[in-house]
Nanobody, 118 residues
Framework: QVQLVESGGGLVQPGGSLRLSCTVS????????MGWYRQAPGKQRELVAS???????NYADSVKARFTISRDNAKNTVYLQMNSLKPEDTAVYYC????????????WGQGTQVTVSS
């Protein structure tokens, strides 16, 4: 069974940085498009960033130029480097894996809390 485990969340001050990690087990990692989503209190879940190859990435406008998504296929891990964090970035961040061959193969991690506050 495919499992996704996130780590790296925490409490930081505005302007600080965090790096989230998501490790995938039970599947062929290189065959999955990976994404980071977030859900803030009272809001719906939104896509933050996604990656299929090192040169194929996309970002939400609200995080572009501040966040960077990357993947290490040898470690079955996707990362989200978050710089210049703002209070508006506070949310639970979720890792997602979607098969490049089947849209029905869609998996989620348990989420990790990111809180940006002074």
């Amino acid at each position: 069974q495919v499992q996704l485990v996130e780590s790296g969340g925490g409490l930081v001050q505005p302007g600080g940085s965090l790096r989230l990690s998501c490790t995938v087990s039970g599947g062929m990692f290189s065959f999955y498009a990976m994404g980071w989503y977030r859900q803030a209190p009272g809001k719906q879940r939104e896509l933050v960033a996604s990656i299929t190859s090192p040169t194929r990435t996309n970002y939400a406008d609200s995080v572009k130029a501040r966040f960077t998504i990357s993947r290490d296929n040898a470690k079955n891990t996707v990362y989200l480097q978050m710089n210049s964090l703002k209070p508006e970035d506070t949310a639970v961040y979720y890792c997602n894996a979607k098969s490049v061959f089947s849209a029905s193969n869609d998996y989620w991690g348990q989420g990790t809390q990111v809180t940006v506050s002074s």
